[in-house]
C-alpha cells in the first residue's frame, strides 16, 4: 500500500495568514493526489484534484502544487471558514490511501 | 442538485452485520463510480472500496476482503455496503462518495452514517 504522511499534524494561525501543508507519498503517484477540507461533524470536502487543479466552486485562495511524491496545499490569505482539518489522499492505485490530517487551528 | 442521502444511525452487537445505504439524485448514477469511507471517531479516514454501478463490479481494501460486500440497485439510484462479523473497532461514520471521473477524486459526499458496535 502507498502511505501518505502529512505534514504538520496540527497548525495555529491567524486570519489573513498564508498556510502551507505538505504531503508525502510513499512512492511516485505522478500527480494522482486530491485535497480535501473537513469541518467537525461534517463529510470532506474537496478542493483540489490532480494535485493543482481547483474543485468548482472552491475559492482561489486555496492552491496546490507537487508531483511524483511531495505536493503542497497553500491557503492564501486564511478566512474564518478556513480553519478545519485537511486531508490528502492518493488515487494512484488501490486501496487508496489518505494522510493522517491536519487540524488547522485559530491562533 | 447532486446529492447523496445515506441510511440512518445503526446500532450492532459485536459478530452483527450492517448495511448502509446511499441514494443518489441529480445525476445519472451508472456514470459515476461510488467508493464507501470510514472515518474511526477522532481518527483520519480509510478507504474501504468502490463499485462501479454500472457493471456492478467492485474492488476493495484488502483489510475488509471477505467482510465487505458492496451492491446497487440501478432501479432507485441506490448503492449499498454491508461489513460482516463486526466488532469494536468497526465503530465509525461511513461515508458514500461519488467519483470524480478525473483522477479518482470523491467530489460529492453522502452525510455519513454513524455505526456503534458494542455488547
Known amino acids: 500500500d502507498i502511505q501518505m504522511t502529512q505534514s504538520p499534524s496540527s497548525l495555529s494561525a491567524s486570519v489573513g495568514d498564508r498556510v502551507t501543508i505538505t504531503c508525502r507519498a510513499s512512492?511516485?503517484?505522478?500527480?494522482?493526489l486530491n485535497w480535501y477540507q473537513q469541518k467537525p461533524g461534517k463529510a470532506p470536502k474537496l478542493l483540489i484534484y490532480a494535485a493543482f487543479n481547483l474543485q468548482s466552486g472552491v475559492p482561489s485562495r486555496f492552491s496546490g502544487s507537487g508531483s511524483g511524491t511531495d505536493f503542497t496545499l497553500t491557503i492564501r490569505s486564511l478566512q474564518p471558514e478556513d480553519f478545519a482539518s485537511y486531508y490528502c489522499q492518493q488515487s494512484h492505485s488501490t486501496p487508496y490511501t489518505f494522510g493522517q490530517g491536519t487540524k488547522l487551528e485559530i491562533k | 442538485q447532486v446529492q447523496l442521502v445515506q441510511s440512518e444511525t445503526e446500532m450492532k452487537k459485536p459478530g452483527a452485520s450492517v448495511r448502509v445505504s446511499c441514494k443518489a439524485s441529480?445525476?445519472?448514477?451508472?456514470?459515476?463510480?461510488m467508493h464507501w469511507v470510514r472515518q474511526a471517531p477522532g481518527q483520519g479516514l480509510e478507504w474501504m472500496g468502490r463499485?462501479?454501478?454500472?457493471?456492478?463490479?467492485?474492488d476493495s481494501a484488502q483489510k475488509f476482503q471477505g467482510r465487505v460486500t458492496m451492491t446497487r440497485d440501478t432501479s432507485i439510484s441506490t448503492a449499498y455496503m454491508e461489513l460482516s462479523r463486526l466488532r469494536s473497532d468497526d465503530t465509525a461514520v461511513y461515508y458514500c462518495?461519488?467519483?470524480?471521473?478525473?483522477?479518482?477524486?470523491?467530489?460529492?459526499w453522502g452525510q455519513g452514517t454513524m455505526v456503534t458496535v458494542s455488547s
Open positions: 441529480g445525476y445519472t448514477f451508472t456514470d459515476y463510480y
Open positions: 512512492q511516485s503517484i505522478t500527480s494522482y
Open positions: 462518495a461519488r467519483d470524480h471521473g478525473s483522477h479518482d477524486a470523491f467530489d460529492m
Open positions: 463499485i462501479n454501478p454500472n457493471s456492478g463490479g467492485t
